[in-house]
Each structure stands twice: as C-alpha cells, then as structure tokens.
C-alpha cells in the first residue's frame, strides 16, 4: 500500500468537497474554488470530514496514481483554505521589480524592461524592489509562474546574481586562478 495514498485528506472547517461522478473532484474554500478530474480506476470517497483514496489492485498503474491522486487533492484542499505563496528574491546591481495593477515589470539588465501579466487565479506582490511574491490557490499554478519569472535571470554560481527563491542555496564558485607567466 502506499504510505502516502493510505493517508485520508483531512477537511478543515469552511471547505466543502463534492465528488461528482468520473472521479470529478470540485472543492470550496474561503479562497476560491478548483475543480479536477482524476483516474476512474480509483476510488475516491468522503466518510465524514475525510476523503479517502483507494486503489482496486496492486498495478503498477494503480501504485503510482494513488499517492498521487491523495497528493493533488490535498493540495486542492489546501489551497482553498490556506492558499499558497512563492517568495523570489533579486539579486544584483540594478535588479528591480515594479507592480502597476495587474503588471509586473522586472528590470534585469536588459536593455528593456521585462513585463508580465499576472496569470488568472495569480496574483504577485512587490513588498521591496527586490522582492516578488506569487500567490495563489493552485500550488502547480504558483510554482509555473515563479519558475517563468526566476527563468528570466536564473543565479549565477560566480557572483549570485539573478533571481533565487527565498530560502534557495546558490552553489557558488571560485573564479578563474591568476595565471603566473
């Protein structure tokens, strides 16, 4: 049995989950509301303020969509409820973001500024000039977004300059030895 798909998805107060036939799973929140559809060789069931996820057979089909399903549906779960948050820190001479409505302009030294448009159900925050945070109710949906923004200037192991998550570690590297002649 899977030790992550075994465990039941605790609801909390205020959520509401309704599983709809197909193995459609819709949850409700303070935040707002998702909707996914799952594999209909799996059972997906709420006994109380639980849903619990199993599995027909033993498959290896079956093994791996089972912790995963238990997976995204607490991520739905949580979501709703608590929301979830990415925190991008730029490092560099010059390096600055700026939030105007919807738009998010990132000055990375470029000969242009870089502009963004939140996505739908994202929103991004500017506290610092160099500090960007994402938010949203879907995790896969937050962590794409970071990922598009920290592509634009990933960190460079000689300096550490670009745009890291806050808490990431850049592997930093000597630079090149003098050459004695």
Do not use: F
């Amino acid at each position: 049995m899977s030790r992550i798909g075994r465990l039941p998805v605790a609801i909390p107060a205020g959520v509401d989950v309704k599983i709809a036939a197909g193995n459609e799973v819709t949850v409700k929140g303070p935040k707002g509301e998702l909707t996914e559809k799952y594999a209909e060789q799996l059972t997906i069931e709420q006994k109380d303020d639980t849903i619990i996820v199993s599995r027909p057979n033993d498959s290896k089909e079956n093994r791996s969509l089972h912790g995963l399903t238990r997976t995204l549906i607490n991520n739905m779960v949580v979501g709703v409820s608590a929301g979830y948050e990415k925190k991008l820190i730029m490092t560099g001479v010059g390096y600055k973001a700026d939030k105007k409505g919807k738009t998010l302009t990132l000055s990375l030294g470029y000969s242009h500024p870089v502009v963004m448009e939140d996505p739908d159900g994202i929103t991004t925050e500017v506290p610092a000039a160099t500090e960007v945070i994402v938010r949203g109710i879907d995790k896969s949906l937050v962590g794409n977004y970071a990922a598009v923004i920290r592509a634009w200037r990933a960190p460079e192991p000689y300096k550490g300059k670009g745009i890291r998550y806050d808490g990431e570690k850049i592997r930093r590297k000597e630079g090149k030895a003098g050459v004695k002649g």
